[in-house]
């Protein structure tokens, strides 16, 4: 069953891929076509504390929201937000749809092949949770359980490819989804990163621990690949951001902890960014 479900997720993602690579011919956009329009069109996820979420009066919130207001300021640009999810946030951003795309969104050589990454901006862990009753020793231990995950995230492929045979790993179409699947009962393990842990925390307090941990997450900012101007302009702002402490103050307030690039990496995870070259 695993097998056929491996398989079932290779072509799905081979599919993605080529349908990925077509939409990468798009053309370029520019902070000039942005500021004739007035409006960057920025794709977000609403379900993300800290990262990004609507709160009680129905607004954007998060860390996201904040460093996207401070770039689209500095650019002088009002903001449109699009929500996007992790199936189509990729092409959302090719077809033009959004121009810029700022979410949890893992750091990957196959997907700098289809985006132009501008600067690494976060990081978490991929941890599997559960009931905090239950043992877990390892990954081989989830044999005959069942694990929820967010579909098409980087957390699905980690936990389709590190779980054993006889897994029943469980996709969902948003986070929210996969953190109500373990609180409901639907599963009995949650795949996921540790910031989404948080919704879990909080709806049901000391219910549920962190198991295994997978790894770490590096997370970026991203354009359209031929978007290099594009990206070359938010990278000098971000990168102002970091050298006057700005950003250092927002991850603090969002994140209870220091930003982890202070300085500025050429490279992470094998991928270049453009704030490198500035």
Same mark, same amino acid.
């Given at each position: 069953? !695993?097998?056929?479900?491996?398989r ?14 077509? @939409? ?13 329009r ?10 993300? *504390? ?10 954007? !919130?998060?860390?996201?929201?904040? %460093?996207?207001?401070?770039?689209? +300021? ?6 449109n937000?699009v ?12 077809? =033009?749809?959004?121009? %810029? %795309? ?10 700098a092949e ?17 009931? !905090? ?6 990954? @081989? ?6 694990? =929820? ?14 779980? *054993? ?14 953190v ?24 049901? *307090? ?16 991203v ?7 594009? @990206? =070359? ?5 971000? +990168?102002?951001?970091?050298e ?35």
């Amino acid at each position: 069953m !695993k097998t056929l479900t491996r398989r079932l997720f290779t072509l799905g993602t081979l599919a993605g891929a080529s349908m990925l690579a077509l @939409a990468a011919a798009a053309q370029a956009v520019t902070l000039e076509e942005i500021k004739s329009r007035g409006v960057m069109n920025i794709g977000i996820v609403t379900d993300q *504390p800290p990262f990004s979420f609507i709160d009680a009066a129905g607004a954007n !919130k998060g860390y996201d929201i904040d %460093l996207t207001q401070l770039i689209a +300021k500095e650019l002088g640009v009002e903001v449109n937000y699009v929500q996007v999810t992790s199936a189509n946030r990729i092409s959302q951003l090719q077809t =033009g749809r959004i121009d %810029l %795309l700022a979410m949890p969104f893992g750091i990957f050589p196959d997907r700098a092949e289809v985006v132009r990454y501008v600067a690494p901006l976060a990081q978490n862990f991929e941890i599997i949770y559960g009931p !905090k009753d239950v043992a877990l020793l390892d990954v @081989a231990a989830l044999t005959g359980h069942s694990v =929820g995950v967010e579909r098409g995230s980087s957390m699905d492929t980690k936990v389709t490819d590190s779980a *054993p045979e006889g897994t029943v790993v469980q996709r969902y179409d948003d986070a929210s989804s996969a953190v109500q699947s373990l609180l409901s009962g639907q599963v009995e393990f949650l795949g996921t990163f540790s910031h989404q842990f948080l919704g879990v925390e909080a709806a049901a *307090p000391g219910r549920f621990d962190a198991k295994v941990t997978l790894g770490t997450s590096y997370l970026g900012y991203v354009v359209a690949k031929n978007s290099e101007e594009l @990206a =070359g302009d938010i990278a000098d702002v971000i +990168k102002a951001k970091i050298e006057d402490g700005t950003l250092e103050g927002l991850y603090q307030q969002h994140f209870g902890t220091e930003f982890p690039y202070k300085e500025i990496p050429a490279e992470l995870n094998g991928v270049t960014f453009a704030i490198s070259a500035q």
